[in-house]
Nanobody, 124 residues
Framework: QVQLVESGGGLVQAGGSLRLSCAAS????????MGWFRQAPGKEREFVAA????????YNTDFVKGRFTISRDNTKATASLQMNSLKPEDTAVYYC?????????????????WGQGTQVTVSS
């Protein structure tokens, strides 16, 4: 069982940066792949970025490449999403999720545990 708690969301102007953190409970965090998803009002939840259990493999969706970076620290049981050059269209609730297979899936159905989400609002 893994519990996830996101933090770091907030209001930022376009072009600004935020760093989201996901704190995990449970002793098996290092075996889980981690992902970040987001959901804007009226839209479906969409994949943002993922990282394998070891941290050696990451994958970002096209619309955040070069702007967002996913990372993890298995010693602290945390995963992070550094978001730079934010745009108004990045406004959404951001969720972290854990995949017990340890992979870096883009499919939300492959994730077993989810956090409650953190709101990111980017003003123009």
């Amino acid at each position: 069982q893994v519990q996830l708690v996101e933090s770091g969301g907030g209001l930022v102007q376009a072009g600004g940066s935020l760093r989201l953190s996901c704190a995990a409970s449970g002793r098996t965090f290092s075996s889980y792949g981690m992902g970040w998803f987001r959901q804007a009002p009226g839209k479906e939840r969409e994949f943002v970025a993922a990282i394998s259990w070891s941290g050696r493999t990451t994958y970002n969706t096209d619309f955040v490449k070069g702007r967002f970076t996913i990372s993890r620290d298995n010693t602290k049981a945390t995963a992070s999403l550094q978001m730079n050059s934010l745009k108004p269209e990045d406004t959404a609730v951001y969720y972290c999720a854990a995949d017990s297979r340890g992979s870096y899936s883009t499919n939300s159905r492959n994730y077993d545990y989810w956090g409650q989400g953190t709101q990111v609002t980017v003003s123009s």
